[in-house]
């Protein structure tokens, strides 16, 4: 549905997205997931063809985005991260002037605006769509913007954080507005925060740096990102480097890193696999009388993966500012 | 040409919502109105002629406030976004823009026929003058209202848009005035074929002249052109 090769967009000196290539098949609701600035809403944008590429190419459903744009604009309901909208304008009103935009005939408006209105939850309280837009909450303005993107039942919707600046219950429904819409809509949606993606998404692509980093369900990615297990233990009765030692000999033990706190040691093992050592350690310690106060098995998260993505990019942020 | 009468009727709303039309208005009417006063005791007579002239210039004024809103708000609320994503063309919003804005400028204009109902109470007003003035008035509003958005697909800012226009407009119809009375040759001559208001003058005297129509519209055609290619340079920036 969404094809990308070799995208890549400069502006002016600064390389925003670099050299990105995905295919996204029909039906699947894939969330790009990425740091502010890694090049997220840069590549949404170009999808929708509101802004071109430096250079590759993109078509969706079939249609390039540089030379069929009208046709792909069809093909696309979108909703901008900051959700622009007319303030002056009813909702009805708003929603109606868009359906004309969007080629509906003049005699449908009113029905596809009910039905689009029912789903995003305008419909409830009777006034909401008699309200300017200028007066509602973040909230229902939120859901004004899908019900624009909405209107012409497009097959792919391009949603740019959509649950942005809503309340944990509003996030709720939108996310649960978004799963049910995946049944019938090919859709794209942006993040930088990882449990939202995780729980909507049945593909995730980590952008950071103008590049795609990991990708894949949130499954392989998790088993992609995993390290091997580690254990951290801190215990005292012996002398730092005999303790490591002792510990080293275990079968199943790769590595070793011990540290001071205090009178305490606190040694990081690294084992093989998967695999969790936590019995023979403690056997170790009970056998060799040692003081014992903290035994713990680390796995290492998609938070943390994310967290040192964000990190990273930071960093060379950082150097080439100061370059 | 559907999509940009769909514009146009949203532009046309927005400004009945909107307080600076009022005012707009408002100041419009209130200057002309006492233009008109000064000069029916000053003339003694009742000729439509100078408040034609006054009008045209007063309008340098008032519409580049009507059309700086028109497209550097979309820019700045980022609604520019959610348009250009919708199946219209850059041509169809700059049409649709041109043509809510020239309705509201059409409105503006009708509400000044009271000055001519006092003036067939008063007197005798020539009524192919005030046709042909009036006529004048709206081929000169199409190249204002042109100039006016295209100064507005310029910037973000909506003050900045107003200011462009205005040096713009202030340029073609009280510069060049100035330079053709300084009578330097050859840039007076030049100045006078530039000068808007050489053109309208023969419309606010009563005559129709093909060189003003050639004038006004080509004015309008090219600065309509101008803002739909600066609309559409987001595409190859």
Known sequence: MIDVKHLTKWYGPVLAVDDISFHVAKGRIVGFLGPNGAGKSTTLKILTSYLPATSGKVTIAGHDVLSDSIEVRRNIGYMPESVPLYPEMRVRELLMFRAALRDIPAGERASVVDRVAERCWLSKPEDVMRRRVGELSRGYKQRVGLAEALLHNPPVLVLDEPTIGLDPNQIRAMRELIQRLGEDHTIILSSHILAEIEQTCNHIMVIAGGKIVADGTPEELRQKVLGPSQVMVELRGSDPSELAGAVKSLAGVRNVTDSRTGDWTRLLIECDGKADRRAEIYRLVSEKGWQLRELRHTVGSLEDFFVQITYEQNMQAGQRMAQ | ?237
């Not at chain 2, 439509?48 to 002239?53: G, I």
């Not at chain 2, 800012?157 to 005035?177: D, K, N, S, T, W």
């Not at chain 2, 530039?194 to 053109?199: E, G, K, P, V």
């Open chain 2, 1 to 237: 040409m559907g999509k940009a009468l769909t514009l146009a009727r949203r532009e046309l709303t927005a400004y009945l919502f909107s307080p600076i039309a009022y005012i707009i208005g408002a100041g419009f009417l209130l200057l002309s109105a006492g233009w008109f006063f000064i000069n029916i005791r000053i003339g003694g007579e009742a000729s439509l002629r100078p408040l034609f002239d006054g009008m045209a210039v007063l309008m340098v004024l008032a519409v580049p406030l009507m059309t700086m809103g028109l497209l550097s708000k979309e820019f700045d609320s980022g609604t520019i976004e959610t348009l250009m994503t919708s199946p219209v063309t850059e041509t169809e919003v700059i049409l649709g823009k041109f043509l809510g804005v020239m309705v509201f400028y059409v409105a503006l204009l009708a509400s000044t026929i009271v000055f001519l109902g006092l003036m067939i109470a008063f007197g005798r007003p020539d009524p192919g003058v005030a046709a042909m003035g009036y006529l004048g008035m709206i081929l000169l509003g199409a190249a204002y209202v042109s100039v006016g958005i295209f100064a507005s697909t310029l910037t973000r800012h909506q003050i900045v848009a107003a200011i462009a226009a205005i040096g713009i407009l202030g340029f073609f119809v009280i510069v060049m005035g100035l330079v053709v009375r300084l009578g330097v040759r050859p840039w007076a001559d030049l100045a006078a074929h530039l000068n808007a208001m050489t053109y309208f003058r023969d419309f606010s005297r009563g005559v129709f002249d093909s060189r003003g129509l050639v004038y006004f519209l080509s004015a309008a055609a090219l600065f309509l052109f101008l803002s739909v290619k600066t609309l559409e340079s987001r595409r190859w920036r």
